[in-house]
């Protein structure tokens, strides 16, 4: 099973500023297969990025995704205030898939 | 547009079992995985297994396997898990989520709203 480790586990920003989210795997990910989701209080989990760097439909580009092999990362730019959310990392390519433990992004 | 929907709370004892229900809307059902994805309260996600609602055929996590099972009925578009066995550590919020193929690997791109299951004597 791929254990994927976020970093950090807490991230306190102001609004404007900018987040960089850390997901490091246990062993080699193919970047075809790695996603980061936002979720809020009492609602699912949002697609933000797909196959590392490649934005959902309707997501702002000031969200990034970059990395390869086992360490992969996002990059929220210019913080806006309904961005402050928790965001999981997610493999999906051999299975289990797997989530990160989770970055809560907090003012 | 695009929507799962899924069904209402659920209470339980232990050792029984619960079934959920996702409806599918707005697209060709049987053309998009289904995958279940659960979360306990305060807690991170938790991928359950996946399902291809054309064959029928699924993949369960090693964690769920022989407690999970998941179908679909084509005529009313719509996917179940059902949990068996139920102990008091599967007290959480259960998702579905449609497997959309990007670059030909699944991304979990559209979510149900979840649906809450209860285990307790």
């Known amino acids: 099973e791929i254990v994927l480790t976020q970093s950090p586990g807490t991230l306190s920003l102001s609004p404007g500023e900018r987040g960089t989210l850390s997901c490091r795997a246990s062993q080699t990910i193919s970047s075809t297969y790695l996603a980061w989701y936002q979720q809020k209080p009492g609602q699912a989990p949002r697609l933000l990025i797909y196959?590392?760097?490649n934005r959902a439909t309707g997501i702002p580009d000031r969200f990034s995704g970059s990395g390869s092999g086992t360490d992969f990362t996002l990059t929220i730019n210019r913080l806006e205030p309904e961005d402050f959310a928790v965001y999981y990392c997610?493999?999906?390519?051999?299975?289990?898939?797997?989530f990160g433990g989770g970055t809560k992004v907090e003012i | 547009q695009v929507q799962l929907v899924q069904s209402g709370a659920e209470v339980k004892k232990p050792g029984a079992s619960v079934k959920v229900s996702c409806k599918a809307s707005g697209y060709t059902f049987t053309v998009y995985n289904i995958n279940w994805v659960r979360q306990a309260t305060g807690q991170g996600l938790e991928w359950m297994g996946w399902?291809?609602?054309?064959?029928?055929?699924?993949v369960i996590a090693q964690k769920f396997r022989g407690r999970v099972t998941m179908t679909r009925s084509t005529s009313i578009t719509t996917a179940y898990m059902e949990l068996s066995s139920l102990r008091s550590e599967d007290t959480a919020v259960y998702y579905c989520?449609?497997?959309?193929?990007?670059?030909?690997?699944?991304?979990?791109?559209?979510w149900g709203e979840g649906t809450t299951v209860s285990v307790s004597s």
């Open positions: 989520s449609r497997g959309a193929m990007f670059f030909g690997a699944p991304a979990m791109d559209v």
């Open positions: 196959g590392t760097s």
């Open positions: 997610h493999q999906y390519g051999p299975s289990p898939r797997t």
């Open positions: 399902m291809n609602p054309n064959s029928g055929d699924s």
